[in-house]
């Protein structure tokens, strides 16, 4: 609720807490809708940071930690004594040290315990488990209590989530679905390293790939994935004709280096390939709903791929018709506008 963008109430909070001064003035000093801050360092015990989360006023976020309980008696303290905040008193968290790093479970109902060290700038570490916040990303093959303890769900894979200070930090939990999994699995081809993780991924869970697509499949999928349109028959018939055992990592780095429909569309309006007007990147801006600054990125990107010496076909195909540019100055030279704009 208060982490939102409005807030609520008129008291609002950074998100997961990762602006500390915002924070801290939103605490001590800004005034919402009821009145009053939410810290009152005269009567520390009528503050509303200790009232509301406990339930003692009524609170439309429900308990959030109980009176009495340490969370309160550590806000109360701190409260006690100014509620002050020193950037420089603020030793910057580097990392946090979770063990274990990944749960894998053989059974349902089985537990594991996490443990938390926040390792400080300063060379110190800490057990910060009791101060966490844990967070499962699927309750149906995982839950996590507040302490850290992580108990096995159905089989499958998920993630269990810690923060603390501004640490984020996720813990892959398994469970095979499968008696395949670990030393049963079988011998799989893994001709690059993407297939090397996703091949040590399915074998932890022993679940086996798919069967190698098609030719045709996979250049339709590499096509849509990449550039965001669907191969030209004619490009289809080239490719299925190819007899190279390596034309699939080659029409990846073809793909990799030709415009998407997006580039495609704002490189024709900006350099006025379609009626010989350019439009300025405000005026593209508003045709694709985002910011001229985010026009300018996509068209950056679009000049370095065509600044490339070679090009496949498809770069060609959209200013073929052009009345600005040939399609033969796209594979030897770029426009001088493009090289201009570069």
């Known amino acids: ?4 963008f409005q807030g609520k109430g008129g008291f609002r909070l950074s998100l997961f807490g990762y602006d500390f001064e915002a924070d801290h003035k939103a605490l001590t000093e800004e005034i919402g809708d009821e009145g009053a801050v939410r810290v009152d360092r005269d009567a520390p ?13 009524l609170h439309e976020g429900g308990l959030r930690y109980v009176k009495d309980g340490w969370e309160y ?17 603020i030793t910057p968290l580097v990392r946090l040290e979770i063990s274990p790093s990944e749960i894998v479970f053989s059974k349902d109902g ?5 443990q938390v060290v926040a390792v400080w700038k300063d060379g110190t570490k800490e057990d910060v488990t009791p101060l966490c916040r844990f967070q499962t990303n699927n309750e149906q093959n995982a839950t996590v209590t507040d302490s850290g303890l992580v108990t096995a769900g159905d089989p ?6 810690v923060f603390y200070d501004n640490g984020v930090t996720p813990i892959p939990v398994l469970r095979p679905v499968s008696d395949l999994a670990g030393e049963n699995y079988p011998q799989v081809a893994t001709p690059t390293r993407i297939d090397e993780l996703v091949i040590e991924k399915l074998r932890k869970l022993g679940v086996l790939p798919s ?3 098609t030719d045709a499949e996979f250049l339709r999928r590499a096509k849509l994935d990449l550039t965001g349109t669907l191969p030209t028959p004619v490009e289809v018939e080239r490719f299925l004709a190819d007899s190279a055992p390596d034309k699939r990592a080659k029409k990846i780095d073809e793909l990799l280096k030709t415009l998407t429909f997006r580039e495609r569309e704002i490189i024709k309006l900006r350099y006025g390939l379609t009626d010989g007007y350019c439009y300025t990147l405000e005026e593209v801006g508003r045709i694709f709903k985002v910011t001229r600054e985010r026009v300018r990125q996509i068209e950056a990107k679009a000049v370095a791929k065509l600044q490339h010496p070679v090009r496949s076909a498809e770069l060609a195909e959209y200013v073929a018709d052009s009345p600005v540019v040939a399609a033969e100055e796209i ?8 090289r201009m704009a570069a």
């Open 73 to 89: 008696h550590l806000f109360r303290r701190w409260i006690e004594s100014g509620a002050k905040f020193d950037q420089e008193q």
């Open 211 to 213: 069967d190698l697509c």
């Open 331 to 338: 594979w030897d030279q770029p426009p001088a506008e493009v």
């Open 110 to 114: 089985e537990t594991v315990q996490l």
């Open 156 to 161: 499958g894979d998920t993630h269990v989530v």
């Open 45 to 57: 015990a009528n503050s509303l940071l200790l009232n509301k989360p406990t339930n003692a006023d």
């Open 1 to 4: 609720c208060h982490g939102s």
